[in-house]
């Protein structure tokens, strides 16, 4: 059983602790024997003389005084009498020698499961210059459109790959997994109709994952999923959507047309779930009526990973194009006029919406689906042909061998997945299977599925053509391979072209991808170049040797429904990182399905509502979100059904407990529950959150922690020991995921044990002793990546982890020290300290100077820096949080910059400089503006371009000008453009 499964595999991990992490090695820890791959100094930014000369800036003797200011007395782990138990530190050799034990547990067979999820060939040349490369890994979401014009320009090529298959006119830049995409379907076209209409059908052939997900989705809402066979749906008055797969869960291809108008006749969207390689020999969706199409672009290049992560697409109809979930890159045009990108229609993001908020997605899976667009433009269209009609091909011959044996198909229409019904019965052809290392998919009692794709070679064909026909042989499988054959009936063949656009047909040979991919990169700042400071995002750093583990095929040529002592390497790490972070947070179980922060706060909420609903308290449905909360906060309560109502927060940023009391008592029948941020996100620890929770708890609701700002706590103080019910922890934030250009993220929930029966199960890999329902399409979300974390723990130790904590708090105050004299700090604790981030004060150079947030970081480029969280949690202000990752030497350089802005401001005030022609109003300056010939500004290049002396030595310049929001805005191009605009501009 899984239960039995995943207790062995928690054996097998203690072993290895045990083997590699002993306590002899714990006791060198220091000395010269300590091994000199020791990875704590490496992590960690300032060295011991810099933290010392640090401290006397802040005003502290010494880091544990300083904790002790800054952490409330009453939470902090030793007035709790609480003691942290991790293995000891280990190396950065012994780390990977402990994970390669864990991989062999791991057996890579051959996985023709299908189910959504393909084996896949990466180019070489994209997994070099892409996947390992931390100059794309380490990107932050593209905000700062001018240094972030590399992977907007790749987003695009993917939205315009999309589109193109698909048939739509508009995609937008990633959704977490096809699952989730489905599950934001429902939502779109749930609120079209402005929520009248409650009924939404789901066809019974629609992968079992995406089912169990648009259940999880429906059911805050009030929404009736009807599963069945759509050639019987019956489309009252009260459907306001229908949803199939193209080609179905069991392969068969299927005309759709017809159900399409039925729903159009009665004004219900059409979604598609299909797959990106089949339209390349099928009719797109959108040229049979179809209103949404989504799906997986995981078979571009992408590998397993046991479950993800993967970039889900998302496309639509242009009437629906405002309420796209996710991101959206549209192309616009900068202060010069050249063509440029950037992030479109952001007034429907999450944390601008809030709680009229229809979904909660925050981030994507942009480095996956920048990926899976190079994938296309490596191939190009003729390339994709060929692989899909190879693909095909394969699958139509062996059909037909599978008939030579005596076998039934399923269907006589199909693109790689052919159903069958074992003369002998599925057990038995599943158990054969197995000894010649194949995994088939297991439909039900008595049939089977084989699902080809790209990786399958001709011995691959041999082994399972024999399988089905013993008598086969190698000539009769050539001659039925070579006979040229489509099973794909005529009416549904594509006929249209796609990828016409020449970034699609440029870029065929290695040189040329390698070049493009290089090019791209060079218009980006990531943390390859310079700190990102943003405030509540924790850009900290994405080691080598925490990522060097991804590419080994243990871990990422694992298909997600494998049975599990196939990855009972997999599963000892999960139990052990579970513990981990059990041990971390204080809480008591952890569920690892969440595959973004955005959807662990959705989980625990769910988590929070089934506990309600199980003592029979259902009406518990008003969430307390105070004003300091994190952005996603509202979206979240609202997609999980609940009515939101904010707490008041006093000027110093800390909850107002007499407002909280007040809306206790009002809501106390319907409470269940408060979101709060800690520290929040203005940057202090509230001395109170003991009393928050108690006083939610005294009127029965439930504590939701987010856990975006957890870096500021680890080591220091534990959320389940002040009274928290449940987080989200940001693995992609405080433990060492990287953010890739805006995804992937992992979001894990942790809960104490009353909740933990409400955490999701999964509808193809059962959790024992859970009900929740599933939110991702991954029984344990985006599994690879997990690895990063598991590493970052294993390699920091408890004292590696509690100095990063203690690090990140002194370069915020380090930094907020040296900038005191020059801008306000808005918000501190007690003692004078601030937390991991702090927020300053620009609101008056708009009257002294003509100046506003956004011309301070648009110059910030000019420095060569990504700037601060703009304009959150508070208006006019920038939010700064550098992380324990960044040396004195770089925050110094970051702090003399933000100074000689606010020189560059009082040049300004004292007329020295105009207020419409100076190096904010005109940032920031592009290489083409410096060099042009005509230079009309009152100022000199070298002011524009190298302000201060290391810019001499190391100058990264912005992709493009000043980017016009609303000229992108008011005329919206969501895919390439035009070769001809380049020129033009």
């Not at 003691?83 to 890579?108: F, G, I, R």
């Not at 050639?231 to 193209?246: E, T």
Request: hydrophobic share 40%.
């Amino acid at each position: 059983s899984m239960a039995m499964a995943f207790a062995r595999v928690a054996a097998a991990s203690r072993m290895g602790a045990r083997r590699y992490a002993s306590d002899l090695s714990a006791k060198v820890a220091g000395s010269w024997l300590q091994s000199n791959d020791s990875f704590a100094r490496r992590h960690i930014g300032p060295s011991p003389k810099d933290a010392e000369t640090m401290l006397k800036v802040v005003g502290a003797p010494n880091l544990e005084d300083m904790m002790k200011k800054t952490v409330p007395v009453s939470i902090q782990l030793e007035s709790v009498g609480k003691k942290v138990q991790l293995t000891p530190a280990m190396s950065e050799s012994e780390m990977h020698a402990e994970l390669k034990e864990l991989a062999s547990k791991n057996k890579v067979l051959r996985s023709y499961i299908g189910q959504g999820y393909y084996g896949t060939l990466m180019p070489a040349a994209i997994q070099r210059s892409i996947f390992e490369n931390p100059g794309w890994y380490t990107q932050y979401t593209p905000y700062q459109a001018e240094v972030a014009q590399g992977r907007l320009e790749s987003l695009v090529n993917y939205q315009t790959m999309v589109s193109d298959l698909t048939g739509l006119p508009n995609s937008n830049a990633s959704l977490l997994d096809e699952a989730t995409a489905a599950a934001e379907a429902l939502s779109l076209a749930f609120s079209v109709t402005g929520g009248k209409k409650k009924t939404f059908l789901v066809d019974e052939k629609l992968h079992p994952q995406t089912i169990g997900l648009l259940k999880t989705r429906a059911e805050p809402f009030g929404v009736k999923v009807v599963i069945g066979s759509h050639k019987s749906f019956d489309f009252s008055n009260d459907v306001f959507g229908v949803i199939f797969q193209y080609p179905n869960t069991e392969g068969s291809i299927e005309d759709f047309s017809g159900l399409v108008q039925k729903a159009h006749a009665t004004n219900a969207l059409a979604v598609c779930a299909t797959d990106l390689l089949a339209l390349t020999m099928l009719k797109p969706p959108g040229e049979f009526g179809c209103d949404i199409a989504l799906g997986s672009a995981q078979r571009f290049g992408v590998p397993f990973g046991y479950g993800g992560p993967h970039a889900g697409f998302f496309a639509v109809q242009n009437k629906y194009v405002r309420k796209l979930p996710g991101r959206v890159i549209g192309v616009t045009k900068d202060a010069n006029g050249k063509v440029a990108y950037r992030l479109a229609l952001q007034t429907r993001e999450t944390h601008i919406r809030r709680e009229k908020a229809t979904s909660n997605i925050c981030t994507a899976q942009a480095l996956l689906a920048n990926i899976a667009a190079m994938y296309a433009v490596y191939h190009g269209p003729a390339g994709l042909k060929q692989i899909a009609a190879r693909v095909h091909g394969i699958a139509a011959g062996l059909a037909e061998i599978i008939k030579q044996g005596g076998h039934t198909l399923e269907s006589a229409a199909f693109f790689d997945t052919i159903v069958v019904t074992p003369k002998g019965g599925a057990d038995a052809l599943i158990a054969a299977a197995l000894k010649k290392g194949i995994n088939l998919r297991k439909i039900d009692g008595s049939r089977v599925g084989v699902s080809i794709d790209e990786t399958v070679t001709i011995d691959d064909v041999k082994d399972l053509a024999t399988l089905f026909n013993p008598s086969a042989t190698e000539e009769s499988i050539l001659k039925t391979l070579q006979a040229p054959t489509t099973v794909i009936p005529a009416g549904l063949t594509r006929t249209s072209e796609f990828l016409t656009h020449p970034i699609f047909n440029s870029h065929h040979t290695e040189h040329e991808i390698t070049r493009y991919c290089k090019m791209l990169e060079n218009k980006d700042v990531s943390l390859v170049h310079s700190m990102i400071p943003l405030g509540s995002c924790t850009m900290k750093l994405n080691s080598a040797a925490e990522m060097l583990p991804l590419t080994w095929p243990e871990f990422s040529n694992i298909h997600p429904f494998v049975p599990a002592d196939q990855a009972a390497g997999y599963h000892a790490m999960f139990a052990e990182l579970e513990r981990f972070l059990v041990e971390i947070t204080g809480y008591d179980n952890f569920t690892l399905q969440p595959n973004s922060g955005a959807n662990g706060e959705y989980t625990g909420l769910m988590a929070i509502r089934g506990y309600h609903a199980s003592r029979g308290e259902s009406n518990r449905n008003v969430c307390l979100i105070p004003v300091s909360a994190h952005g996603t906060n509202p979206a979240s309560a609202a997609v999980a059904g609940m009515k939101i109502v904010t707490v008041k927060v006093h000027k110093t940023g800390a909850i107002d407990i007499a407002d909280l009391k007040a809306r206790c008592e009002e809501h106390a029948k319907n409470l269940a529950a408060i979101m709060i941020t800690y520290p929040s996100t203005y940057g202090v620890f509230d001395e109170d959150v003991r009393e928050v929770c108690e006083v939610v708890h005294k009127h029965g609701g439930q504590v939701y922690l987010d856990g975006a700002n957890m870096n500021a706590q680890v080591l220091l103080c534990r959320p389940g020991d002040y009274g928290a019910d449940v987080s989200h922890l940001n693995l992609h934030k405080t433990f060492c995921i990287p953010h890739g250009g805006g995804g992937p993220g992992m979001g894990p929930v942790g809960v104490k044990k009353h909740l933990a029966p409400f955490l999701p199960t999964h509808p193809v890999v059962p959790y024992p002793g859970r009900a929740g329902g599933p939110v991702s399409a991954g029984p344990f979300g985006s599994s690879l990546i997990t690895t990063i974390s598991w590493g970052y723990i294993k390699m920091m130790g408890a004292d590696g982890l509690r100095a990063a904590t203690s690090h990140a708090i002194l370069n915020a105050n380090y930094m907020a020290a040296r900038l005191r004299e020059h801008y306000p700090v808005l918000f501190q604790g007690k003692n004078g300290f601030v937390a991991h981030e702090f927020v300053v004060d620009l609101s008056k150079f708009k009257a002294t100077a003509n100046v506003d947030t956004n011309d301070i970081a648009k110059r910030l480029q000019d420095y060569g820096f990504h700037s601060p969280t703009m304009s959150w949690p508070v208006p006019n202000t920038l939010m700064i949080e550098p992380t324990e990752s960044e040396s004195k030497e770089e925050l110094d350089r970051y702090v003399d910059a933000l100074i000689a802005i606010r020189k560059e401001i009082r040049d300004i005030e004292e007329g020295r400089l105009p207020k419409d022609n100076n190096p904010l109003k005109n940032a920031p300056h592009s290489i083409e503006v410096v060099t042009a010939s005509t230079w009309d500004h009152p100022y000199t290049r070298e002011t524009a371009a190298f302000p201060l002396p290391y810019l001499r030595r190391n100058k990264t310049w912005p992709g493009c000008g000043r980017v016009d929001d609303t000229y992108g805005d008011q005329n919206l191009m969501c895919s390439c453009p035009p070769l001809a605009s380049y020129c033009d501009a």
